[in-house]
């Protein structure tokens, strides 16, 4: 009964998306408050209806109902409890109904927080977030429906074993509430083309829902990172496989929206520019799902490959993108371009960086999309791999790097560039005495690793370069100088942490990628190697039976000279139900850097292969992820104080736009 509920609260959600899709659009237009004010009662209902859908499925997975064929295939009785809650959309029907779930949640969040917008564009952001969740409604019921029933199954055929891990309660929902998030920033982009509001007031509020999206899809990326890095057991943290590339290109057009609509706020300068990136960055999300769920590409991160499937979402990414980006053709000439300013200043620094970050978003898109298109056009198959993008993607990257610590330092509208390069001269003597440090005591002959050091020694340091200069040392004294550093506004914290985080995150691709070290050994019982600085003794194996499992752990001590450092537990699982087996890697953390060793296959003789790690300073990579992340927090919660209380009346477009 419960599964009926689910499935009917789902149908009753789809019945209302046609009604919020509809009734406060011809409400905008026709001027009428009570039609307008629909919107705020139907997203609401959505919102309701989906949860308890949802709470359905969980449910079923919950008790193992295996008369749902959703959790059949993808549960098991035995499985642990956390495992079956967070199966429930480790699958593609389920991910897909906890994709409109958050899409739902967005939605009604509009009509909780935005209560000060003008009530048409209220009304048509809302119409735009109900043709969105009507399509999606659609799609789930008639080409994806979770609770489709079939004859009780005395059990299950498990999960994939790859997302039987913490990871799975934490990356898809951080990701889609980071992906959906960018529906918000769409439908305010939509909604001011249609009616004509294009202001920097407009900024002000599009801005902080594309930094909650933000913050979301920069945990989801990071922790996805982490958790490919530990489980696959290949010991790497980004590949550049497809689907990493389809949450990356949102991430990269996201940060140049972020950038620009603070100049629009500030300058009310580049709003046809603005008004695009938040087009295109919710057409990229929607690229990304249509990637990972129609089979096109091969890729451990799928979920589908169902031609049917992925045509529908062609379908619906042709109707919203192609439809925004006729509108925002037809609109884009009648817009005002705003506020003027010289190209050495403070918009004239995110105008380049805007434009670097936007090339190197094309670069990714090509490079992913490429294959795809080579085998539609000649049906031969090629692959883009790691080579095309470090070289494509690292030199736009690189002066982009540089040249972020100047624009803080720069003043609107017109900056002096000498002046701020002179600021920064200290900075630029410890990131010289970085690479020298680098290139004559660790890498003699490298040239390369330690350049790159020093760029990410110049970001760090130069980030903090505008507080220091807002403190005044010399000129004040050192209390008066924290003081003014404590009241400097939420802005330049956030900017100066953001900033800091991508120097920490470059420091330890960096240093992992120069100097980690790889032993490929065979272990034979009672035995040493010596790998990676340690000398490693397999002190035996044992085999244990978990839950859906069976497990083989191999005992290594890692020792460092003649004394016991650690014990590392590597394992190999394999889980009976599905007939297949994974790899536990063994991490150990020393400092910043860590220890990886990954089993092999186990040999006649009783020997084992394992592959060693060292990672120095690979923890970074995460580390400078948390510093963004904390500074998009700092920047939402102070912006609270400036939010206006009412919008200024729309600046409309004329009506034969």
Do not use: C
């Amino acid at each position: 009964m419960t599964v009926e509920l689910g499935h009917f609260a789902l149908v009753l959600a789809l019945a209302l998306s046609v009604v919020q899709s509809i009734v406060p659009f011809f409400g905008a237009q026709r001027g009428n408050a009570r039609l307008m004010a629909v919107g705020d009662v139907t997203s609401n209902g959505i919102l309701v209806f989906t949860t308890l859908s949802f709470a359905a499925l969980t449910y079923a997975y919950a008790t193992s109902d295996f008369s749902l064929v959703n959790v059949w295939q993808n549960s098991h009785s035995q499985m642990p409890f956390l495992f079956k809650l967070t199966g429930t959309w480790g699958n593609h029907e389920g991910s897909m109904l906890l994709w409109v779930l958050i899409l739902a949640l967005f939605a009604a969040a509009v009509s909780w927080f935005g209560g000060n917008l003008p009530l048409s564009l209220r009304a048509n952001v809302q119409a735009v977030q109900g043709w969105l969740l009507l399509t999606f409604f659609a799609f789930i019921i008639f080409t994806s429906n979770p609770f489709q029933r079939q004859a009780l199954a005395p059990e299950g055929q498990d999960l994939n074993p790859i997302l039987q891990d913490i990871g799975l309660a934490i990356h898809p929902p951080m990701l889609y509430l980071g992906y959906v998030g960018f529906s918000i920033t769409f439908a305010f982009a939509v909604a001011a083309l249609i009616e004509g509001r294009i202001d920097s007031v407009w900024a002000r509020w599009v801005r902080p829902w594309a930094l909650v999206a933000w913050l979301f899809l920069t945990a989801g990326i990071s922790m996805g990172s982490y958790w490919a890095y530990y489980e696959l057991g290949w010991g790497g943290w980004w590949f550049w496989d497809p689907v990493e590339n389809a949450s990356f290109l949102p991430w990269l057009s996201g940060t140049a929206l972020l950038h620009s609509a603070l100049v629009m706020e500030k300058r009310d300068a580049l709003k046809v520019w603005t008004v695009l990136l938040a087009i295109l960055t919710f057409s990229l999300s929607l690229l990304g799902t249509f990637l990972v769920r129609s089979g096109v590409l091969t890729s451990v991160h799928t979920f589908t490959s169902d031609p049917s499937r992925g045509l529908f979402i062609l379908t619906i990414l042709s109707i919203f993108v192609g439809g925004s980006l006729t509108l925002f053709a037809l609109r884009a000439t009648r817009l005002e371009q705003g506020g003027l300013f010289a190209p050495i200043s403070r918009e004239g620094s995110l105008v380049v960086n805007n434009l670097l970050i936007a090339t190197a978003t094309a670069t990714v898109l090509m490079g992913t999309l490429y294959p795809v298109v080579y085998e539609a056009i000649t049906g031969g198959k090629i692959s883009v791999g790691a080579p095309f993008f470090n070289r494509t993607f690292i030199p736009l990257a690189i002066p982009l790097v540089l040249l972020m610590p100047l624009g803080p330092l720069l003043a609107w509208k017109k900056g002096d560039l000498l002046g701020a390069m002179q600021r920064l001269t200290l900075v630029a003597g410890f990131s010289l005495l970085a690479m020298v440090l680098v290139m004559a005591f660790i890498s003699p002959g490298k040239w390369l690793a330690p350049i790159a050091i020093g760029i990410a020694v110049w970001l760090m340091i130069g980030s903090f370069a505008e507080l220091w200069q807002r403190a005044g040392f010399g000129k004040v004294g050192a209390g008066a100088g924290l003081r003014r550093i404590g009241g400097a506004p939420a802005t330049v914290w956030s900017t100066a942490l953001s900033h800091f985080g991508v120097g920490v995150t470059m420091l330890g691709i960096v240093v992992v990628t120069a100097y980690e070290t790889e032993d490929a050994v065979v272990l034979q019982p009672r035995a040493s190697v010596e790998a990676a600085g340690f000398t490693v003794r397999y002190d035996g194996a044992r085999r244990t039976n978990v839950a859906n499992y069976e497990e083989t752990i191999i005992d290594l001590a890692v020792m460092e000279d003649g004394d016991l450092v650690t014990f590392a537990r590597p394992s190999k699982r394999f889980y009976p139900a599905r007939q297949m087996p994974t790899s536990e890697a063994a991490i150990m953390n020393f400092g910043f850097s860590q220890l990886y060793i990954a089993l092999g296959e186990a040999n006649a003789d009783g020997s084992v292969s394992v592959r060693i790690w060292w990672k120095p300073f690979v923890t970074l990579i995460w580390l400078g992820t948390i510093f963004m992340v904390i500074a998009g927090a700092i920047s939402l919660v102070g912006r609270r104080s400036g939010v206006p209380r009412k919008m200024k009346s729309p600046k409309a477009v004329p009506a034969d736009a």
